[in-house]
């Protein structure tokens, strides 16, 4: 029991930072060029001052995927 508990605290902590090690780039990547679920971090100055551009990557038809998942952005604290 104290093994599964050890292993699945250890599993979360293992994606909250891999969350905090997003790309950091300075404009925004070309449509297609981000994979679904992906999340890049856009410093191009469009958010207010101690606030950075959050990116997320979708899988449009329109964008030359397969589904009908759009990118979605929006301004996170750094």
Known sequence: ???SISFISAL???S???AAFAKTVKQEPPMGA????EVVLV???????????????GNHT???GTKQIV???SCVRR
């Open 1 to 3: 029991m104290m093994k």
């Open 12 to 14: 979360m902590m293992t």
């Open 16 to 18: 909250i930072a891999s």
């Open 34 to 37: 981000m994979r679904e679920g």
């Open 43 to 57: 410093d191009d100055g469009s958010c207010p001052a101690g606030q950075i551009r959050r990116v997320v990557g």
């Open 62 to 64: 329109k964008a030359g």
């Open 71 to 73: 990118r979605t952005s």
